[in-house]
């Protein structure tokens, strides 16, 4: 027992909460997919883990709670077994084609999101099937406990051929750094409000600055004025209407289905921004808010004019702390307008609302308070999570990957996906990723408010093909 306790380290009051978000419905798991030709073995898959991704003392830790929260306890019984396993996917009578094998993956990944962990046991597994018509499909399952999705792709980067062993003494910070949850307990007062309004909208320096008493504002004015953007940012997310109810909101249940997409050019979305004045995150974020209202729009369900917000996960980690365990995101609502039918108008509408959302303190806020209600008894917690779920009916990442292929094991990962929890009542996770020089768009929902979300997936490629066939049509410059 005293060795136990003496490999023992709090877990940060930020980390503590999303332990504690755990709900039947929807559970705090961060879910990946690695498409890896040619396939690879368990056993490559096994001595890989134990090469690299051990050498985070974190995955070799489980979590012990207690009265004051919990700690990470190193697993004195630790068995690499329980955490990289095989998997055979389940074809029933179907013939053995690539078709039903990704079908049957699909059906795989949505059981095992609705799987909890084994709390006696470190907060992760690999599932690995390993031949899928000549390839390997890897399923990694993550407690969103352990780190955030910025942090996580570090660590999966690491773990790649070639990958950088992670800083030592760097990955694993102590509570003493729990910087989110102290600047809101404040209040926003004093020194908080004075060090978000450092940076404007670069969060991740102004939190650093928050960490630091010696860079006070020049100008009460400014103070002033950064006090009252604080205040009025905390009054919209409190203030703000529930979110339009359609078939993809309401009381979800333990059961997910996932899809995706098949891979769109960065290129080609890159030229239709270009082309269209817009970036690249306006252009996917048209498709994906394209894409909802047409499959709403099969179902007899009227749209026009109708908005639904997306919950977005917005990084307020610095580049040089990547390598870092731990969750350090905050959160913003975004507004999709799936009402307009009109590709470019859609477009410009959605470059609009991401316009309002620059400067913002939102994701501190937001974030903050998340964060505060994991700490709190149960049916408080719940009550403050479902005010969140009320206002959004979807979380929704987009994230910048590598823009080369990776190799693992000797092979080339050739697609990857994820998908991030829904936290509350919110029953629609939308993943948007770009690798290797492809987007790949992916849904997990809950299957009662969703059973096809392939049918949604199904839409994606042709709404952005809308767009860059009108892209095509403009006149091209440098010619009379």
């Given amino acids: 027992m005293r060795q136990t306790e003496a490999h023992a380290q709090r877990m940060s009051r930020v980390d503590t909460a999303w332990l504690r978000m755990d709900t039947e419905a929807n559970l705090m798991m961060i879910v990946g997919v690695w498409m890896i030709r040619p396939g690879i073995t368990v056993q490559a898959l096994w001595e890989r883990v134990e090469e690299r991704l051990l050498q985070y003392t974190r995955f070799r830790q489980k979590v012990v709670e207690d009265a004051m929260g919990a700690q990470w306890v190193l697993d004195e019984h630790f068995d690499i077994a329980a955490h990289v396993c095989p998997e055979t996917l389940n074809l029933g009578r179907k013939p053995r084609n690539a078709h039903h094998l990704e ?23 690999f599932h690995l099937v390993e031949d899928m018509d000549g390839q390997s499909a890897l399923i990694a399952r993550i407690h969103h406990c352990i780190a955030d999705g ?48 450092l940076a ?29 953007q604080a205040v009025s940012d905390v009054a919209s997310l409190v203030l703000m209407a529930d979110d339009a109810h359609t078939r993809l909101k309401g009381k979800p249940g333990p059961s997910k289905r996932v899809a995706w997409a098949d891979p769109v050019p960065l290129d080609a979305v890159k030229a239709v921004g270009k082309g269209l004045d817009c970036s690249v995150n306006d252009v996917l974020l048209s498709c994906v808010a394209g894409a909802i209202g047409r499959y709403l729009m099969d179902k007899g369900d009227p749209v026009a004019g109708q908005e639904i917000r997306a919950m977005v996960p917005v990084n307020l980690r610095p580049a040089d702390q990547a390598c870092e365990l731990g969750n350090r995101f905050g959160l913003v609502p975004l507004v999709l307008p799936i009402g307009i039918e ?16 620059k400067g913002s ?24 999570l479902n005010l969140f779920a009320k206002k959004a009916t979807a979380v929704m990442t987009n994230v910048p990957g590598p823009a080369e292929a990776l190799q693992f094991c000797g092979s080339t990962v050739e697609r990857v996906m994820f998908w991030v929890p829904q936290s509350g009542d919110i029953g629609v996770g939308v993943s948007i990723l770009t690798y290797a020089g492809q987007v790949q768009f992916g849904l997990m929902v809950d299957s009662g408010l969703c059973p096809d979300p392939q049918a949604v997936i199904e839409h994606f490629e042709p709404e952005f093909n809308k767009l860059l066939i009108l892209a095509l049509m403009l006149p091209w410059g440098g010619e009379d």
Avoid at 160 to 189: C, H, M, Y
Avoid at 200 to 228: K, T, W
């Fill in 150 to 197: 910025i942090a996580l792709i570090s660590v999966m980067l690491s773990i790649t051929d070639g990958g950088k062993t992670p800083p030592a003494n760097r990955q694993e910070p102590s509570d003493d750094v729990d910087w989110l949850s102290d600047a809101v307990i404040k209040s926003f007062s004093g020194l908080a409000i004075r060090a978000i309004g």
């Fill in 200 to 228: 404007g909208a670069s969060a991740s320096r102004s939190i650093d600055l928050m960490m630091n008493e010696h860079h006070p504002l020049d100008s009460s004015v400014q103070a002033a004025r950064m006090g009252y």
């Fill in 361 to 384: 303190f939102q994701p501190i806020l937001a974030f903050g308070l998340l964060s505060v209600a994991g700490l709190l008894i149960k049916p408080v917690q719940q009550a403050m």
């Fill in 103 to 125: 079908l049957a993956l699909q059906a795989r990944v949505g059981e095992l999101a609705a799987r909890p962990f084994d709390p006696a046991r470190p907060l992760w597994q």
């Fill in 342 to 357: 009109n590709p470019v108008a859609r477009l410009y509408a959605v470059r609009a609302r991401m316009r309002e959302l």
